[in-house]
């Protein structure tokens, strides 16, 4: 995942190449104005935690939070924040015991636009 800074409005697009590497389109999230503050607002060192174990593999909500040492209800909750601001994509599984929340990211680049 990518974050910037860039003068702009709020965009949802598919259209970041990376440089260097396979020609590859990556979801890209531009906000600005209330969602740049929600989005803002929401990255904490756990929300970024987050973040990044899931851009490697998708994981249920038990194994991240024994991989990061939280309850389960403190990291679900982080999880329905990231949802909620499009950063993450949740899907149901079946389990050993009953359904999983699987997450995924949803965006691989995120912006933020200070002037619009």
Same mark, same amino acid.
């Given at each position: 995942?990518?974050? *910037? +800074? #860039?003068?702009?409005?709020? !965009?949802? &697009? ?11 389109? #990556?979801?890209?999230?531009?906000? &600005?104005?209330? *969602? &740049?503050?929600?989005? &803002? ?5 756990? $929300?970024? /935690?987050? !973040?990044?174990? +899931?851009?490697?593999?998708?994981? %249920?909500?038990? $194994?991240?939070? *024994? =991989? !990061? ?9 982080? +999880?329905?924040? !990231?949802? %909620?601001? =499009? ?6 599984? /079946?389990?050993? /015991?009953?359904? /999983?929340?699987?997450?995924? #990211?949803?965006? *691989?680049?995120? $912006?933020?636009? +200070?002037?619009?």
């Amino acid at each position: 995942m990518y974050f *910037d +800074i #860039l003068i702009g409005e709020f !965009l949802y &697009a598919n259209s970041f190449t990376r440089v260097g590497a396979k020609s590859m389109s #990556l979801k890209e999230l531009k906000v &600005a104005g209330t *969602d &740049a503050l929600k989005v &803002a607002d929401a990255l904490n060192s756990t $929300t970024y /935690r987050i !973040l990044q174990l +899931i851009s490697k593999e998708r994981l %249920d909500v038990s $194994t991240i939070a *024994d =991989k !990061l040492g939280f309850s389960e209800a403190y990291v679900s909750e982080q +999880i329905r924040v !990231l949802e %909620d601001l =499009k950063l993450i994509q949740v899907n149901y599984e /079946r389990g050993k /015991r009953g359904i /999983r929340k699987i997450c995924a #990211l949803a965006v *691989d680049k995120v $912006t933020i636009i +200070i002037k619009p």
